[in-house]
Structures are given as C-alpha cells and as structure tokens.
C-alpha cells in the first residue's frame, strides 16, 4: 500500500515549495536557496519513512489476526485503513 516518492518527484516538490516560498514577501531567506531546497528535501523524505512505518505497522496487525485475512478483500481495505488511521492518531497526524 506504500506511496514511495522517486528522488525526482521528491526534487520536483521541493522546487515547487521553494519557488513558492521566494515569491511570499513575507519569507526571507537566512541561507541560500538551495540549502533551504534541501531541508526542504529532507523533511519530504522524513516524511515518507514516518509513513512507510505506519503502513507496515498497519499490515503487521493485519497479519497478526488469528484469522488470515486476504490482502485486497473488503475486510483487510477496512482493516488497514482502521489500523492505519489509529497509527496516525497516535502521532497527531490526523485531525477529527
């Protein structure tokens, strides 16, 4: 169920959020462009690890029933997304 970015999709939104942050009048750089592009970078690819995590902590419980449950019936779409959401409830990453 993993949504991996490639390096070249994770590069093009980061120019995206860069461009965007150089047209705000109300942003100032402290560094050059393309330092802030690479923290812009690496918070992407945080990111996505902390969602990878979830997805197969997600999975794991799907898999630790004691009943199997086969991957892409209605049951297990149901679980995961359950499991899935009450992982990112735990992190704060999901807003009622």
Known sequence: M?????????NYLSRQVL????????????????????????SIEEEMRLYEAID???IDKIQSQKKPIEEGSREWEIL?????????AKLGKLSD
Not at 19 to 41: A, H, S, Y
Not at 80 to 88: A, P, S
């Open 2 to 10: 993993s949504n991996r970015l490639s390096r070249e999709k994770i």
């Open 19 to 42: 461009t965007v942050l150089e047209k705000d009048d109300q942003v100032d750089f402290l560094d050059d462009p393309n330092e802030v592009r690479l923290v812009i970078v690496r």
């Open 56 to 58: 197969k902590k997600a």
């Open 80 to 88: 995961y997304r359950k499991y899935y959401n009450d992982e990112l």
